[in-house]
């Protein structure tokens, strides 16, 4: 064993306990821990900067669009269907594919229209109307469940996809995918120092950088393990793998049947898509009584029949803490409740994806949960400037600083290494953009080391070369 600095942690060597049968994965998962952190962390950082940008746009979105979203607050409340009919007067095109009544005393109602020229096809127009006064208050395209509006829609998109579409979002799940290792891998290599070397004060270079650097990660890493797994629940490939899991299970999202109960009267409610009351159907008030009679509360949605056979669907539409997403199917034709269905129902498995998305996203415990994910991307943004500031310091200013010693799986004993194997095979089946740089890695680090041995370079790996 050498008794210089070891070039993986410039530490001066000292007397330590015997070590443990897991004492040979550290060089390893280092290697892993260094280089998958040099080559996605442009990815983490990117995410980490729009994560931060999107964290704060809920209050941003508030001031730019009080007008829309607030109104005096009165005594009394104009029907939902003379609401939508302002709305339609102000604003004929497309159709009306959803409503919200305002929630609350001072808010608006959305009439939400789709099929709007100019309005992107997975968006819809939502019309603003003062509840009490029937007065339009503008529109604004809106995007999603969570009702985001331009300045928010373009923020999240931005986060997701870099306004690139679908090829866009394979930066996403990279970083998603790489997160948790990254995170779980510095967790792993800061408990395994020792205790006298993870202290911060009285350090300094590349010492006190590594300290901050760890003292930070093991802060934040419970949140980027999180941020990671919901992640991935809506990515493209990870995301269509673990829906299809989920199916297996039985534990895929159910939703109400929206078909209509038939008899002599289907097919004379509501007209399709447009939110009107048909001479002999229930219209948009007594459908929304029927829901209030089943317990449906505020805020809800109340979708149109999307055909003759179809019914209305209501549903609540909270994503705060405590989520109400109940929601009910009622007869255009007589305005009963012909199914029902409560989230308290809902399988484990969906439960908790609903509340980790709802999480991720900054909308489950409100302007508390906001705050924490800027913590977050906070941390990641400074855990990336030291992570480089450690790799300019080891090779003190050269350009790629000394390497990380090679052959360190080859001191890994066959009983750990073997189900390691095992498993990182299965999770890079599971998770592509994981698997898939993770044997690319590999491929470039064996080759590398092939035309260092060829050329008679140093060979890592060897008891020297490791520690």
Not at 6 to 27: F, G, K, V
Request: glycine residues 12%.
């Amino acid at each position: 064993m050498t008794t210089a600095p070891s070039p993986a942690t410039d530490e001066a060597p000292s007397p330590a306990p015997s070590p443990s049968r897991w004492a040979p994965l550290r060089p390893l998962v280092l290697r892993l821990h260094f280089y998958a952190g040099l080559l996605v962390a442009p990815f983490l950082l990117v995410a980490a900067v729009t994560g931060l940008l999107y964290a704060g746009s809920f209050q941003a979105e508030k001031l730019v669009y009080g007008h829309e979203l607030t109104v005096p607050a009165g005594d009394r409340q104009l029907p939902v269907s003379a609401q939508v009919a302002a709305a339609r007067k102000a604003h004929p095109e497309g159709t009306v594919s959803a409503v919200r009544p305002a929630p609350e005393p001072g808010t608006t109602t959305r009439v939400l229209l789709s099929g709007v020229n100019g309005v992107d096809p997975g968006h819809t127009l939502a019309v603003f109307v003062d509840p009490h006064t029937g007065k339009v208050r503008g529109a604004l395209e809106q995007y999603g469940a969570t009702g985001a509006l331009p300045l928010r829609t373009w923020i999240d998109e931005l986060h997701r996809d870099l306004h690139l579409g679908d090829t866009g979002r394979l930066y996403s799940e990279l970083a998603a995918s790489w997160l948790w290792v990254i995170a779980g891998g510095g967790l792993v290599l800061w408990f395994s120092r020792r205790r006298a070397l993870r202290k911060v004060r009285g350090t300094s270079g590349r010492r006190r950088t590594l300290g901050l650097h760890g003292t930070v990660g093991v802060w934040a890493a419970a949140g980027f393990l999180f941020l990671s797994a919901t992640g991935l629940t809506w990515s493209t490939y990870a995301g269509a793998n673990i829906d299809e899991l989920r199916t297996s299970l039985g534990q895929a999202t159910p939703s109400v049947s929206a078909a209509a109960s038939g008899g002599e009267h289907a097919g004379h409610g509501a007209a399709a898509g447009t939110g009107g009351d048909a001479e002999h159907g229930a219209g948009l008030d007594q459908v929304l009584a029927a829901a209030r009679a089943k317990g449906l509360g505020n805020p809800v949605e109340i979708v149109p029949p999307a055909d003759a056979n179809s019914a209305y669907v209501v549903k609540q539409v909270q994503r705060s803490w405590p989520e109400k997403q109940d929601s009910v199917a009622v007869d255009p034709a007589t305005g009963k409740v012909t199914d029902e269905l409560r989230f308290a129902d809902y399988p484990v498995l969906a439960k908790l994806t609903r509340w980790g998305i709802d999480l991720h996203t900054g909308v489950l415990f409100g302007i508390v949960n906001q705050i924490a994910l800027a913590l977050l991307a906070l941390s990641l943004i400074l855990l990336i400037a030291w992570g480089y500031r450690m790799w300019w310091q080891r090779g003190r200013g050269s350009a790629f600083g000394r390497p990380i010693p090679r052959g360190a799986w080859a001191q890994v004993p066959p009983y750990v290494l073997v189900p390691a194997l095992a498993v990182i095979a299965v999770l890079g089946y599971f998770v592509p953009l994981l698997g898939i740089p993770l044997a690319g890695f590999i491929a470039v680090d064996i080759v590398l080391g092939e035309i260092a041995h060829r050329r008679g370079g140093r060979t890592y790996g060897s008891a020297a070369g490791v520690k």
